[in-house]
Every structure is written in structure tokens, then in C-alpha cells.
């Protein structure tokens, strides 16, 4: 069976986003779509005082996406045109389905400890779906299947492992979302679709991803190449969110919060936006 080996490691940039949040970005949107089907995968983490007071993610628009925040500790509190609002905490997932259009705010709150940590991923939708009504699946941590086996501690958030499937569904990229833990001296083995997108970002820890391969130790993220099946060596333990989806192979455009298929598309956003037409 093939293994997946390492197509490239990408150290993460640090860029200010929002009102002034720093995040740790490793993929961004961009016409290469070289992740095809995800755009961008944003870790944000904070440790007061050190990086200072959160603001945050005041309204703005998206268009054509899915994002996906997961949070390790702190919270993040949203709200948005369509009058939803609420708070997503330590274990919790929100998948974001903005089709048409959708206005939000998020804002990352510390826990006692002064932590934020958590992960954003934006992943695309296919032409057809690009307008579709916006949709949320959020859910609450003690709903997330935790799978032990053999030195692998898993949480998943989307996707099947042996018989169990994770509870977010009916997304068009057909993802698995992983939150993976490995013990010292533990190997973590999943099948995927050959030609389907795979990477693992790797934040605490190390691990290899071949018997005796390069340690790629955190904070990192590692893009796999194509094959049937992730192996994943740990000899002093890891954490890791691990990810795969089948891609589109679509052309795509984007513009910041946008991303379409056309620059047309892009214009027809932002006309959208001007004459308040956007939400419907
Ligand atoms: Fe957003």
C-alpha cells in the first residue's frame, strides 16, 4: 500500500489580521490552490500578556467558503447578519457554510489563564454550491467522538474512522478533520483517497511520517503527497490536527474574504456589497 510521504514543510508566518490579531498562517488563499480543496489555515494563539490584549475579528463579509474554527482553550464568541450568535469554547467546532453571503464578527476571548488557542481552516466550495444559503453545523465538545487506540488519542470532527463518523456532515469537500494525540513510541495508520488533499499541522511535539524519516518537530505544517494511506511515527509524543478533503479542480479567485471562481464573480461581490444586497 502506498504511503504518504512529506511534498513540503511550511514553517507558519506570522501576520496581523482583524483588529490587530496575531495568527500563525500557513496556507493562504491563492490562485495556485496548490491545497485545493482548503485556502487557509490560520492558528491562533495567544498568551497574555505577552502578545498583549485580543480584539479581534469585527464584522466583515465572506462569500463562496466554509471556515472552520476549532478551539483548544479560551473561546471565541460570534455573531451575525442572519441574527445568529453565540460562543464556541475548549473542544468545540463551528463549521461555517457562507454560500451567498453572510456578515460576522469574531471575537477571541481569553480563558482564566489568559490563553487563546485555536485553528481556523477555509475550506472552498465547488462552483455550484458557491451561492448557496448559508448554513452553520456547530458542535458542543462532549458531542465530538474520542477514539483511544493503541497510543492514538483522536477527536473527530468530521470524517470515518473504522465505524465511527464525526458530526459534521453534507460538506462538499467530503473532509476528515482529526484532532490527533500520539503517545511516545506510537504509530498512528488512516486510509484516505489516493488523489485527495492531506496535511498535518503538527503543534506540540514532533513526529515522522515514515519509520525512519526527518523528524518535523511543531510548529509546523506538513503537506503530504498523493497515496493511500497516512502513517504518522511518534517516538516522544505529538499533537496534531490532521486534515484531508478531495479537491475541486476548479479555477479560483480570490479577493480577501471572497473566493469564486471568476473575477467577474469577485465584482459582482462587491457590488453586492456597495448597494446592500449582499445578505438576502
Ligand atoms: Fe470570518
Same mark, same amino acid.
Given at each position: 500500500?502506498?504511503?504518504?510521504?512529506?511534498? *513540503?514543510?511550511? *514553517?507558519? &508566518?506570522? !501576520?496581523? $489580521?482583524?483588529?490587530?490579531?496575531r495568527l500563525r498562517r500557513s496556507i493562504s488563499p491563492n490562485r495556485t490552490n496548490l491545497f485545493d480543496p482548503f485556502l487557509l489555515f490560520d492558528h491562533f494563539i495567544f498568551d497574555y500578556p505577552i502578545e498583549g490584549p485580543i480584539s479581534g475579528f469585527p464584522m466583515h463579509p465572506h462569500r463562496g467558503i466554509e471556515t472552520v474554527t476549532y478551539m483548544l482553550s479560551g473561546s471565541t464568541h460570534h455573531r451575525d447578519s442572519l441574527g445568529n450568535s453565540g460562543t464556541i469554547g475548549p473542544g468545540d467546532i463551528q463549521w461555517m457554510t457562507s454560500g451567498r453571503g453572510i456578515l460576522h464578527e469574531e471575537m477571541p476571548r481569553q480563558d482564566n489563564n489568559g490563553r487563546v488557542n485555536?485553528? *481556523?481552516?477555509? !475550506?472552498?466550495?465547488? &462552483? @455550484?454550491? &458557491?451561492? !448557496?444559503?448559508?448554513?452553520?453545523? @456547530? !458542535?458542543?465538545? $462532549?458531542?465530538?467522538?474520542?477514539?483511544?487506540?493503541?497510543?492514538?488519542?483522536? &477527536?473527530?470532527?468530521?470524517?470515518?474512522?473504522?465505524?465511527? @463518523?464525526?458530526p459534521i456532515t453534507d460538506i462538499s469537500a467530503n473532509p476528515l478533520y482529526i484532532d490527533l494525540s500520539l503517545d511516545n513510541h506510537s504509530v498512528f495508520t488512516q486510509n484516505t483517497n489516493s488523489e485527495d488533499t492531506v496535511f498535518a499541522y503538527i503543534f506540540e511535539g514532533g513526529c515522522s511520517f515514515s519509520e525512519y524519516g526527518e523528524t518535523v518537530q511543531a510548529t509546523?505544517?506538513?503537506h503530504l503527497n498523493k497515496g493511500k494511506q497516512v502513517k504518522i511515527f511518534s517516538n516522544t509524543g505529538v499533537r496534531l490536527i490532521l486534515v484531508s478533503g478531495t479537491?475541486?479542480? +476548479?479555477?479560483?479567485?480570490?479577493?480577501?474574504?471572497?473566493?469564486?471562481?471568476? *473575477? @467577474? +464573480?469577485i465584482r459582482q461581490a462587491l457590488k453586492d456589497l456597495r448597494e446592500g444586497t449582499f445578505v438576502r
Open positions: 500500500m502506498s504511503i504518504r510521504t512529506i511534498r *513540503q514543510i511550511i *514553517q507558519p &508566518k506570522i !501576520v496581523i $489580521e482583524g483588529a490587530g490579531v485555536g485553528f *481556523q481552516l477555509w !475550506v472552498n466550495l465547488p &462552483k @455550484e454550491r &458557491k451561492m !448557496v444559503k448559508p448554513q452553520y453545523q @456547530e !458542535v458542543a465538545s $462532549e458531542s465530538i467522538p474520542q477514539i483511544d487506540y493503541l497510543g492514538s488519542h483522536m &477527536k473527530l470532527i468530521a470524517g470515518k474512522i473504522k465505524n465511527t @463518523e464525526g509546523t505544517l506538513v479537491p475541486f479542480c +476548479e479555477p479560483i479567485a480570490p479577493y480577501g474574504p471572497f473566493v469564486m471562481n471568476t *473575477q @467577474e +464573480e
